[in-house]
Structure formats: C-alpha cells, structure tokens
C-alpha cells in the first residue's frame, strides 16, 4: 500500500511539473518586456504572458525607494499558439514623471514577477543614444542572447533597443518566442523595445504564410498607423528624433490587407509632413535597396524614395539581407559621393546564428561587410547637432562609423 501512495504522489508530482512547463498552465508572468504606446517621458506599456487561467493584469510600481506603489490594472487577452492558449497581459502606465527611474513588478496579485526598473525619458530633448539589432531569427537563440547583452553591457547608457524585423525563424511558433524572449531577459524589462516586423514573424511550423498573430499579441505599439496596419506601422518621437516605422510584407500580407503600401505612403506622407524633429528616422525589415544578388523589391523603392527625398529623411535602416551595409546619399536613385544629398540607406547584419553568404556590394554602397563570423549591433546616438552612428562586431570590433551633422 506504502508503494502504492509512494508511486500516486510521484505520479502528481510528475504531472504537476509536466503542467507548469506547458506554456497554458504556467501561473507567474514570463517575458516580461517594456515598449511605447504612448509618449516615452510619461507612459511606459508594459506586456507579459502567463498561463490561460489567470486572467487579472496587475503593475505595481514605484519611484524608487520613494513613494508607495501604486497598482494599476491592465489588459488580459487569451491567445492562441502552437502551445497551447496563453494570455497576454499589457498593461500602459500614463502620468510618469520625465527622467524618473521607477521599479516595477507584474502579476495577478498572487504571483508575481521579480522586481525590474525602467526609466523615463526627458521631458525635452537631451543627447541619447539606442541600440539596433538585425534579424535575430534561428533555431537556436543563444548567440542572440550573447549579442543582445553584450551590446548592453557596453552600452549601458542606451535608452532603447530596436529590431529591424525577423526576431524569430518562424513567428507562429510560441518555442522561439520564448527562447526569443528568454534569451533577452534584464534587458527587454529594463529598457523598451521598438520592433519592425519581418516576413519570417508571418511564418507557421509548416513554412505557410499566416497573419503575424502571435507578433501582434506580443508588441504593443503607437496605435497612430493607417487602419488594417496599426501596431505595424506606426511613429513615435524620442529627443530631436522621428521614428517611423514601416511594414515590408507585401507578399505575404497583401491578402488580408490590400493596398497596404498605398495605405502606408499616404500615411507616411501625412507622418513626414507632420514633424517638425530635427532628425527622421525610417526603418522597414525589407531593404528598399538590397544587398542580395537578385533585384530587390522595386514595388518599395517605387513607393517610398519619392517621399523619404521630399521630406528630407536623413537615413532609412532595414535588415532581411543578413549584412550589413550603407549607401551613398541617394537622392532620385542617383549618387556621387560621401558629401552628396538624400537620405542614408542602412542594411543593419545580423545579431542571431542566420548567414547569407550571397550578397554583393553594390554601386550605392559606400561601406560593406558581411558579418558571416561573428554577429553585429549598432549604436545610434542623437543630439540636436548630430546622428552617430557606428556599427560593431560581436567582439567590439569597429566595423564602420556613419555621422551626419546638422546644417
Ligand atoms: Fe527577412
């Protein structure tokens, strides 16, 4: 009877453990991370995922070591992935105070997350300087893990990180994300991430295309983009920068969203015209002039060159071709030198395991390097006298230094 009971309290213990591995049961927040749906010095949006059945969303934060928490409710919606179904919890705290340091923790007010902090940006524009990562995709997420800390613990002072799109191999499988989200862990909970959604964040464990539900889930982003694209496409401002944030996927969104790249350059042009930062910024996962060797996606140059010309974009950043590069100023497809006008064209590399060892420099390139040893990262630094930017290998290897100043 004793090795009876024994062999039944092994047995729910077993399953037990088997049932909080399994993403739909587990009852404390995990992949935690911060983004901006609002306005960087007064609002923080933070996201985290738990199991099904817990439904309460809950931040409890404070400025640190002074005033009492404050609790506040959020958003819970139920999610379903190759997983199982999970619930995305998001919660947008508003009436920060600027350059404030908080502490924060999330849960349902039984189970919570440890502590992290985040900090909010100025109330006017200072000096800053953020992180950029191309395609982190893979099967495997360690060297992502290595590259993404790396880089902040050189650059502890970054505000921000960006991803230029193909976070993960396949956007409909819950695993990567979660290696994905793991692998940033201390980071993506300490300082908000801007992302750029990629044409891998529509593919499902059979290689199909699918609508990006679980990137949508995930990201919470400006809601200020054209109708079928929001949270896709959007715009925020940090500093004396414009951020604007373009969607790629013709081929594999046009079917649920048609006319999305006219829908994109009427808002783009509405965007553009709108600010009056001193620097603009455009990023979009597809380069609108490629490294590969084949043509690139003429339907994006075609739509967005004449804009990025007419409002006087200072660089364009783009990921997909696993190099990195950076044009002449091009201005109406043409060039001539370092010194010429138009806008940069960036090509960001890689920050995860995935190389294409088919790109060629082109004619437009003023600096080239395939990071087929060793990952890249960026750093991008802002005043309203210049844009610095400068791109490293894994090892801190200056691989180029780009600066633009004002006029
Ligand atoms: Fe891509």
């Known amino acids: 009877m004793r090795r009876k009971a024994l062999w039944s309290a092994m047995m729910i213990a077993a399953l037990l453990a088997y049932g909080m591995t399994r993403p739909g049961f587990v009852p404390w927040p995990r992949h935690v991370m911060l983004t901006w749906t609002g306005a960087p010095a007064t609002t923080q949006t933070i996201t985290w995922h738990t199991g099904r059945y817990t439904t ?39 009436e920060l105070k600027p350059a404030t340091h908080y502490r924060y923790r999330v849960g349902d007010g039984l189970f919570w997350s440890p502590y992290h902090n985040f900090t909010t940006a100025p109330a006017e524009a200072r000096p800053f300087k953020f992180l950029l990562f191309g395609d982190s995709q893979g099967d495997s997420y360690g060297l992502w ?85 929001k949270g896709k496409v959007y715009s925020f401002d940090y500093g004396d920068a414009h951020f604007s944030i373009l969607d790629s996927q013709v081929q594999e969104e046009e079917a649920w969203i048609p006319q999305m790249l006219t829908l994109q350059k009427d808002w783009l042009e509405k965007d553009l015209a709108g600010t009056d930062k001193r620097w603009k910024l455009v990023f979009i996962h597809r380069p609108v002039y490629h490294n590969r060797a ?114």
């Open 145 to 229: 893990q290595e590259t993404v800390h790396t880089a902040y613990a050189r650059n502890r002072d970054a505000v921000f990180m960006l991803n230029i799109g193909d976070l993960v191999d396949i956007g409909l499988s819950y695993r990567q994300w979660t290696q994905w989200f793991q692998a940033g862990r201390d980071i993506v909970d300490t300082i908000p991430v801007v992302a750029v959604m990629g044409n891998h964040e529509t593919y499902t464990t059979k290689w199909e295309i699918a609508q990006p539900l679980l990137y949508t889930a995930f990201f919470q982003f400006p809601g200020n983009g054209p109708e079928g694209l």
């Open 294 to 407: 084949s043509e690139g996606d003429q339907d994006l140059r075609e739509t967005f060159t004449p804009l990025f010309d007419r409002y006087q974009v200072d660089a364009v950043f783009a990921g997909h071709d696993h190099v990195y590069a950076r044009s002449y100023p091009l201005a109406g497809g043409s060039w001539s030198d370092e010194q010429g006008t138009g806008p940069v064209y960036f090509t960001l590399g890689r920050s995860g395991i995935r190389t294409f060892a088919r790109t060629q420099p082109k004619a437009w390139n003023a600096a080239f390097y395939n990071p087929l040893d060793q990952p890249d990262y960026l750093t991008i630094e802002v005043s309203d006298q210049k844009v610095l930017v400068q791109v490293f290998k894994l090892n801190g290897e200056l691989i180029d230094r780009w600066s633009k100043t004002a006029y």
């Open 56 to 94: 309460e969303s809950r931040v409890e934060y404070t400025e640190s070591g002074q005033a009492p928490a404050v609790t506040l409710s959020g958003t819970a919606k139920q999610v379903e992935t190759d997983g199982g179904v999970i619930t995305v919890h998001s919660v947008e705290v508003t």
